[in-house]
């Protein structure tokens, strides 16, 4: 099921994807369930937006392997779909990454690998944004500029990770092609459980913190002007243009 968070009339409100229509929820789905207003709207009439905004804490995996090593972005680098990644005056070089977001949908405190995936809401494409030549000794001002985090363009509640690829592109030309669970560096449902449950023994998660997990060294620098398209098979494709402030 895909779930979008998306502005219509001047109002904000989350609907179930049904070709190109919204099945209108009641409320936000991760707090209220799936009831339906018996409302529809077109894909066509509404503004996407991030499908998710972390209450909590947005935890991005650096390193992969046994005990993973995170670092924290604020929910202040979340835009949605369409909107600018806003490039930094301190920075000169500034890459993008795509990756999996995993959303957590119930609270979460060391919790077991065979219990994790129960805890998570869905997924959704993200725009990992840094600024790699701050990283060197401000890693976590690198990628915590306002902008730096595009998610979208929806929420699937469901995971297949039979080689399912992601692929990202500035303007028109890819830069990176994987397949998510094709090896040890891309997320499978079971390294997503074993994420899951391992930040769950170091902080608890709480429903709508999300979990970056990807490819490792796969980025590319991005200028402005130039645009940057994030796309996994199933979940979809998020566009975002790059610009750089007079």
């Known amino acids: ?92 070089r ?48 690198a990628g915590a500029f306002d902008t730096f985090l595009p998610f979208g363009p929806v929420i699937e509640t469901d995971f297949d990770d039979a080689a399912t690829p992601l692929r990202g592109l500035i303007n028109d030309e890819e830069f990176q092609a994987v397949e998510l669970g094709d090896d040890d560096s891309t997320p499978t449902e079971e390294t997503v459980a074993a994420l899951v449950a391992y930040a769950s023994s170091v902080f608890t998660l709480l429903p709508g913190d999300v979990i970056l997990a990807g490819p490792m060294d796969t980025a590319a620098a991005v200028e402005d002007g130039d645009t940057v398209s994030m796309s996994i098979a199933g979940i979809g494709t998020l566009v975002n243009p790059v610009v750089r402030p007079a």
């Open 94 to 141: 500034v890459e993008v990454d795509g990756q999996l977001a995993i959303i957590i949908g119930k609270i979460a405190k060391n919790v077991s690998v065979a219990d994790a995936t129960g805890r998570v809401f869905g997924y959704t494409v993200a725009t990992v944004v840094t600024a790699t030549d701050l990283a060197e000794r401000d890693t976590t001002r």
């Open 1 to 92: 099921m895909k779930i979008a968070r998306y502005s219509y009339q001047g109002a904000i409100a989350f609907g179930i994807v049904d070709e190109h229509e919204l099945v209108v929820l009641a409320s936000d789905p991760m707090f209220a369930g799936f009831d339906t207003t018996g409302d529809r709207v077109a894909l066509a009439d509404v503004k996407l937006l991030a499908p998710v905004i972390p209450r909590s804490k947005i935890v991005a995996v650096q390193q992969a392997g046994a005990e993973p090593v995170f670092v924290l972005k604020p929910n202040t680098a979340v835009v949605g779909p369409g909107d600018a990644i806003v490039l930094p005056a301190a920075s000169e």
